[in-house]
Nanobody, 115 residues
Framework: QVQLVESGGGLVQPGGSLRLSCAAS????????MGWYRQAPGKQRELVAL???????NYVDSVKGRFTISRDNAEKRVYLQMNSLKPEDTAVYYC?????????WGQGTQVTVSS
């Protein structure tokens, strides 16, 4: 049974930082491309950051220079370090694992950026 469990969300002031973590089980983690998506109220889910099985990273333009995705294959975890947070970063953040046609999702963690 595949499980992706996110943690690390919360309420933070503008300019602050958070580190999201996603723990995976039930998959050969190192084979999978891992991603962080987010969905704000009334908006479509969007890809925020991706790290491939080989370690190549990609980011949506709005977070470049502020967010960093990383992975620990030994611990089966993927992280999203978020710095200089803005109110428009407020959303539910989801972890994903993709290999071929198979994609798995976590339950999401809320990130709220507000003063």
């Amino acid at each position: 049974q595949v499980q992706l469990v996110e943690s690390g969300g919360g309420l933070v002031q503008p300019g602050g930082s958070l580190r999201l973590s996603c723990a995976a089980s039930g998959i050969i983690f190192s084979f999978y491309d891992m991603g962080w998506y987010r969905q704000a109220p009334g908006k479509q889910r969007e890809l925020v950051a991706l790290i491939t099985s080989r370690g190549t990273t990609n980011y949506v333009d709005s977070v470049k220079g502020r967010f960093t995705i990383s992975r620990d294959n030994a611990e089966k975890r993927v992280y999203l370090q978020m710095n200089s947070l803005k109110p428009e970063d407020t959303a539910v953040y989801y972890c994903s694992a993709a290999l071929g046609v198979a994609t798995y999702w976590g339950q999401g963690t809320q990130v709220t950026v507000s003063s």
